[in-house]
């Protein structure tokens, strides 16, 4: 699928391993800490997929599908599918390509899109850098196909960023030489194979900055697909000039005050303003991933376990610019910290849908998958902003957003909405009536969020 139609999509982000096992369990045990594969498959996902679109989303994002090595008993295994060793081959602990298609069907008879998360970056190795044994990639199996070894040490000397290792003593990411004719040969062959066979619809692309742009041009025109690349970095200027590289880039500027914000330790200005800057800097901002939560960052509750707050940050994730992507376990409240830990076993959850917090998301994805349907996608706009307060509008969608419990009334100006119209809160399921010059006073209490929409009958019946 192509960008404009990913635009309007809301993204639920699994681990393919956590989610979801083929034996239906809500009890078998799984301990982050240990960081060993726990049993989640494609056909646990296809079990659950009306669990996950009663949220309102409209596609998922699973972990790179490629075989990966078995591990060490210092690191663990490679549970999150980031450690390839063969590219050829698909990690047997998701299941067997025929299930892969039978997911790639399921979520297309129910239009949603699948997206694949994909790491061409390196391939891993069991053990310290110096003593990689390339003989064991598939099909890069001599050192001639990599970087040299050395760790990436300085984040801000790019060639080192591209060139230079991740991973640790105990499992070395080796540096795939992507400038090599034949390397992206190769890879332009693997991945136009992977989204036809698969029916892929567009994919994550895991550490876009340690790879260089020529590499993805050529790599992305092959797949043919959309591509959203994760730059980790909250630099906007660093991580917008990604947006052209790759059609879209994870919001992480945005990440980093969303998560400040309202967790206590961060001013609502500095959000909106983090917003403005991506708005402007970024090619597309209506394109970026929205995101509070992921596998690599702490669950927003490790930060602040105030429900309140974790409905502002859903809000502004839904429906601020750019595609949301929630990931799995958020809507459950789950609070781990740091990888591991952020990496929970969704199925321990028993997928119960009437938490408060996967009610909210069902009523936020439903509200922007109504404003989508009936207008176009517009920019957001800051209607006001406070240390405390934020008020965004789009298009007829006004958000008010605080990170204080204490009362206070506000009034939203610049609603666009006329005199007499009728708004609907949709979290409280409350109507009001719009005053004079489009003006709202809009009570707020308890820190939770206000969303209403103003619907335009004509429209709305079309
Ligand atoms: C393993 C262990 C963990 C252990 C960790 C250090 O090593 O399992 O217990 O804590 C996969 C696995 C991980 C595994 C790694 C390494 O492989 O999932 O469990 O961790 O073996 C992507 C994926 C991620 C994946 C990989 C590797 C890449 O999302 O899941 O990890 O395929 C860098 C990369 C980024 C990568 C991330 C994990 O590491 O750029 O692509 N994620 C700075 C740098 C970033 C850097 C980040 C973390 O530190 O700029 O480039 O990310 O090391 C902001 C700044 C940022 C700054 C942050 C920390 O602060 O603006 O620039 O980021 O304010
Ligand atoms: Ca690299």
Redesign the pocket.
Known sequence: ATPAQWRSRSIYQVLTDRFARSDGSTSAPCDTAD?VYCGGTYEGIIDQLDYIQGMGFTAIWISPIVQNIAGTPS??EAY?G??AQDLYRLNPHFGSSSSLKALSAALHARNMYLMLDV?P??FAHAGHGATTDFSRFVPFDSASYFHPFCWIRD?TNQTEVEECW???NT?A?ADVNTSLESVRHTYSAWIAGVVAEYEIDGLRV??A??VDAEFWTAFLAAAGVFSLG?V????ATYTCRYQGVLDSVLN?PVY?TLVRGFSGSGSLVELARMGARVADMCADSTLVGSFSE???MPRFAAHSKDLAMAKNVLAYTILADGIPIIYAGQEQHFTGG???ANREAVWLSSYTTDSPLYRHIAALNQLRNHAIAVETIEKTRVLGAGNSFLVLRKGRVVTLLTNSRNKATRKVVGTGYGRGERVVDVLACVEALVGTGGVMKVVVEKGLPKVGMCFLRGREER
Request: no cysteine; proline share 3%; aromatic share 18%.
């Open positions: 960081r690191s663990g999150h980031y450690w790491a970056n390196h984040y991740l991973g640790d499992v990411l895991d550490t900055k340690h994760e980790l970095d909250g630099n992480y980093y992921n596998h690599d740091f990888d591991p």
